[in-house]
C-alpha cells in the first residue's frame, strides 16, 4: 500500500472512530480540487495535495482563575455550580490576542460578563501571559499571567460619564466599553476594537487612552453613549467591532462589524471597513464578507500578507450542537460575482489531527481528533512559523463545552498545517441528507457532520417556498421535519393535499413564504429509530440551498478535494403544477456560486425524467437519474406512459438514460433484490449494464440500523440497533457499485478504503 493511501486510510479510520463516540473528525483544511471517480468531474489528477490541521502544542488557564483587584461578578449570572461576586478579577477567557515574539502575548479580554448592567465591576485589562506549552514531548500546559496594564481614562478624554468618574486614575470597566479585538502599532500603543460604540480606542502602552473614542459614522449601536432620543440604532446590540486586523505596513486597521446591519436585507452580509490612524478618519473603503449562515458571527481578524486576512467565522452553539468553528481566507482584492469577498477554508477547528494525544482526557473533543467547539471561538493569531494560536472567551462561568456543568478553561492551541499528498477515493461518498443518522437531516448540522465524516458530496433535498425560495427538506410537506405543529399562528394552513398522486395532510412549504419557513426549526424525522438525534430538535435552521452550495464550495473533503453537492428536485411536475418550477431557480443558484458547469462537483438528481431532460438543456453539470425498485416516474403517468421503473433499467432503457444523463442512482434491491428470508439474493445484471451504457451507479440508501439491513447483517432482534453496515456495503461494492448514498458516512468511509485499499 502506498503512503498516500495509507495517509487517506488512516485519516478515515480516525474518522469513523470519533464519530462513533463524539461525532467529531478530521477535515483538512485546504487544498487544491481534483477528482478520480467514474461520473465524478472534479479532476483529471490521481493525487492532492491538502493541508492537514494538526495539533502540536496546548496550554489552559483555569476557569476559575482570579487576578489582584476589587472583587468582580456581583451581577454576573450564576452558572455551572458557581455563583458571584468571587475575590478578585475574573479572567473569562480572551477575545483577542498579540504574539510578542519571545514566548509571551498580550492578551485582552472583553467586557466581562457579557452586558453593560452586569460588568460595572469588571476591570478591563490587557495581561500579559507566558503558556508552557504541553507538546509531544512534555511540557505543563499552564499559562502564566507576568502582568496587566489597566485601560484607563486617567487623562479625562472621555466626555460622557463612566462608571469611575470620580477617581484619580479612571479606570474603565465592562459598564463603559465592551473591548473586543486588539493590535499593537509600531510605536507601542495599542489600537481596540469595542462594541458598545462601536468605537475604536488608541491606547497608550501603558493602557491610558490617548484621544477620544473614534465613531462609526452613522452606525451606532444601541449601548452608544452618544445615541440621541428616537435616534434608530444601526449596528445591532454586541455586534460591533469583535474582530480587527493591522495593515502590514502598520497603517490601516481593518475593523470588522461581527454581525450585520439592523437595515440589511441580507442577514449574511457582514462588513470589513478601513481606518487610518494616520489621518484619525475611515478612509471610505469597504468590503462584505458573507457569512454560512445568517446567525454566524466574525469573532477576529489577523493579516497574514499584504490585503489577505484571515477571519474567525463561529456559530454561538457549543459542544457537539456546534457547527461553525472555522478559519476562512480572504484577500481584499478578490470579491466573487455578487460582491463578496471570496473565502477560502483555512482551518475548521472541530477536526483537528492530535497525534500525539495532546490535552487527552480534558473532555469532549481531546481525543485522537481535538476540537475547539467553544462558543466564543475568538482567537487567532499567525505566528512567526505560520502555525495558527487559535483561543476561546470562556464566557464566565456560563460555557460547558468541555465537561457538562464544568465551567469551560481558557485555553490556547498551536495548530500546524502540514502539507500532505493524498491518492482520492475512487469510490463516491453522499452523505445522504447530511449525516442524517447523527444529526436532524437537512440542516447544516447534518451536513456539516458528513463532511466531517469523510462524505465526497452532501444531498440536499430540494422543494420551494411560496415565494420561490428553494430550500432543502426531504418532503414539501413538513410536519414530521420541523416544529410547525407547534407554532399556533401557522395552524390554520394544515390542510390535505395530492402530492404525485396519493393523499397527503399536514403543512407544505409552497404555502409559506420563506420568511416565515425561516421562524421554524427542524427536528429529527425518525424518532424512534434515531432517539439520540431528538437532543438536537429545536436548534437548527431550515437551510436554503445557497447556503447548502456555500458550506460546499467552502469545505473540503478527507481526500483533500472541494466537497461535492447531489441535490435531488423533490415533486418537479407538482411544484410545475404550481408556477414553482424547481430547475430554473436551481441552476441559478448554481451559477450564483460559481458551480453552473461540466467539472463543477455538482450532480442533480431526479425520480423523473422529464426535468432531468430540461435540465440537461440548461446546463451542463452531471446528471443521475433516480430509479426505486418499484413504480414509475410520475411525469410518466401524467403523460400515459405505461412504462415503470424496471423498464428504465433495462439495457435498452439504460442506453435512453444516457441521452440525458451521466449516472443512475439506484435503490439497493434493484442491484441486489432480498430473498423471501430477508437475506441477499443473486445481483442483477444492472451495474454492468449501466456501465456498458457510460452510466456510472450510485445506490441508495445504506444504514446501519438493523431494520434497514438484510437479515444476515442485523445484530439483533432490536430494530433500531446498529447491525453490519460495513458487511453490508461490501458486497455491493464488490458487485461493482461506484458511489454510495449513507446516513452513516463514517462506517461507509471506512468501509470503502478496506473494499478499495485491501485492507
Known amino acids: 500500500m502506498s503512503r498516500n493511501r495509507t495517509s487517506r486510510a488512516l485519516m478515515r479510520l480516525l474518522t469513523v472512530t470519533t464519530a462513533a463516540a463524539t461525532a467529531a473528525a478530521l477535515l483538512p483544511a485546504a487544498a487544491s480540487a481534483t477528482p478520480a471517480n467514474p461520473g465524478d468531474a472534479r479532476s483529471q489528477s490521481p493525487y492532492v495535495q491538502t493541508h492537514v490541521p494538526t495539533l502540536v502544542a496546548r496550554a489552559t488557564l483555569s476557569a476559575d482563575h482570579l487576578e489582584p483587584g476589587p472583587a468582580s461578578g456581583a451581577l454576573a449570572s450564576p452558572g455551572n455550580g458557581r455563583t458571584g461576586p468571587w475575590p478578585g478579577q475574573v479572567i473569562p477567557g480572551f477575545s483577542a490576542m498579540i504574539d510578542n515574539g519571545d514566548g509571551t502575548f498580550w492578551a485582552q479580554p472583553d467586557n466581562g460578563f457579557g452586558s453593560k448592567g452586569n460588568s460595572a465591576d469588571f476591570l478591563l485589562r490587557n495581561y500579559l501571559v507566558r503558556p508552557a506549552w504541553q507538546t509531544a ?55 481596540v476594537g469595542e462594541e458598545f460604540g462601536p468605537f475604536l480606542l488608541h491606547f497608550d502602552a501603558e493602557g491610558t487612552l490617548l ?104 456559530d454561538d452553539f457549543e459542544g457537539e450542537q456546534a457547527v461553525t468553528k472555522r478559519v476562512y481566507e480572504v484577500d481584499l482584492r478578490r470579491t466573487d460575482s455578487e460582491g463578496y469577498l471570496e473565502k477560502s477554508l483555512v482551518l475548521d477547528a472541530l477536526r483537528i489531527a492530535n497525534p500525539h494525544g495532546i490535552g487527552a482526557g ?50 490556547f492551541a498551536v495548530i500546524d498545517l502540514d502539507k500532505t499528498k493524498l491518492e482520492p477515493s475512487t469510490v463516491s461518498l453522499i452523505g445522504h441528507r447530511g449525516a442524517s443518522g447523527s444529526r436532524p437531516e437537512h440542516t447544516l448540522a447534518a451536513y456539516e457532520t458528513a463532511i466531517v465524516q469523510c462524505a465526497d458530496y452532501i444531498e440536499p433535498d430540494v422543494v420551494s417556498t411560496k415565494d420561490g425560495v428553494l430550500v432543502a427538506r426531504h418532503e414539501n410537506e413538513i410536519s414530521g421535519t420541523t416544529d410547525v405543529a407547534d407554532h399556533p399562528e401557522f395552524a390554520a394552513r394544515r390542510t390535505t393535499k395530492v402530492i404525485d398522486g396519493t393523499s397527503i395532510t399536514g403543512w407544505f ?31 437548527y435552521l431550515i437551510p436554503t440551498l445557497d447556503e447548502v452550495l456555500d458550506l460546499a464550495r467552502h469545505s473540503v473533503s478527507c481526500d483533500g478535494r472541494p466537497v461535492g453537492v447531489y441535490p435531488e428536485t423533490k415533486h418537479p411536475s407538482y411544484f410545475d403544477s404550481l408556477g414553482l418550477s424547481l430547475e430554473e431557480p436551481l441552476v441559478a443558484t448554481l451559477r450564483a456560486n460559481g458551480l453552473d458547469r461540466a467539472d463543477a462537483p455538482v450532480i442533480l438528481q431526479s425520480f423523473e425524467t422529464a426535468n432531468l431532460r430540461d435540465l440537461d438543456a440548461l446546463t451542463d453539470v452531471t446528471l443521475a437519474q433516480l430509479v426505486s425498485s418499484s413504480g414509475r416516474p410520475y411525469d410518466f403517468t401524467l403523460a400515459g406512459d405505461a412504462r415503470t421503473y424496471r423498464d428504465l433499467v433495462t439495457p435498452a432503457g439504460l442506453a435512453e438514460i444516457a441521452t440525458y444523463a451521466d ?76 458511489g454510495v448514498f449513507s446516513d452513516h458516512p463514517g462506517i461507509a468511509a471506512v468501509t470503502i478504503d478496506t473494499v478499495t485499499l485491501g485492507g
Open 137 to 191: 514531548e512534555g511540557g505543563d500546559g499552564s499559562i502564566q499571567v507576568e502582568r496587566f496594564i489597566s485601560y484607563n481614562d486617567r487623562n479625562g478624554v472621555l466626555d460622557f460619564p463612566i462608571v469611575n468618574d470620580g477617581t484619580a486614575d479612571r479606570l474603565l470597566t465592562g459598564a463603559d466599553f465592551d473591548v473586543e479585538s486588539v493590535v499593537r502599532a509600531k510605536d507601542g500603543t495599542f489600537w
Open 211 to 314: 484621544e477620544k473614542p473614534y465613531s462609526l459614522e452613522g452606525a451606532k449601536s444601541p449601548q452608544n453613549p452618544y445615541l440621541v432620543a428616537g435616534e434608530t440604532p444601526r449596528v445591532r446590540a454586541s455586534r460591533g467591532f469583535e474582530a480587527m486586523a493591522w495593515s502590514v505596513n502598520g497603517r490601516y486597521l481593518y475593523p470588522v462589524v461581527e454581525g450585520s446591519y439592523a437595515d440589511d436585507p441580507d442577514l449574511r452580509r457582514r462588513e470589513i471597513l478601513e481606518f487610518d490612524t494616520r489621518s484619525g478618519q475611515y478612509t471610505g473603503r469597504t468590503w462584505s464578507y458573507q457569512t454560512d449562515q445568517e446567525a454566524n458571527v466574525i469573532g477576529d481578524a489577523f493579516t497574514v500578507r499584504s490585503d489577505v486576512l484571515i477571519l474567525i467565522e463561529r
Open 362 to 411: 480534558d473532555g469532549y473533543g481531546t481525543g485522537e481528533i481535538f476540537s475547539l467547539p467553544v462558543q466564543s471561538f475568538e482567537t487567532v493569531v499567525q505566528l512567526k512559523d505560520g502555525s495558527l494560536l487559535i483561543g476561546n472567551d470562556n464566557n464566565y462561568p456560563g460555557n460547558d463545552a468541555r465537561i457538562a456543568g464544568t465551567p469551560d478553561d481558557t485555553e
Open 509 to 539: 412549504t409552497e404555502d409559506f413564504t420563506f420568511a416565515e419557513l425561516r421562524t421554524l426549526r427542524a427536528k429529527e424525522r425518525l424518532p424512534q429509530v434515531r432517539p439520540g438525534n431528538t437532543a438536537f430538535d429545536g436548534l
Open 663 to 738: 449516472g443512475v442512482g439506484l435503490e439497493k434491491s434493484v442491484m441486489i433484490p432480498r430473498t423471501a428470508a430477508g437475506t441477499l439474493g443473486t445481483p442483477t445484471p444492472v451495474i454492468a449494464d449501466a456501465h456498458a451504457a457510460g452510466l456510472s451507479v450510485h445506490g441508495w440508501t445504506f444504514r446501519a440500523e438493523n431494520q434497514f439491513l438484510p437479515a444476515e447483517f442485523r445484530s439483533s432482534a432490536d430494530p433500531a440497533a446498529y447491525g453490519d453496515l460495513a458487511g453490508e456495503l461490501r458486497v455491493f461494492l464488490d458487485a461493482g457499485m461506484d
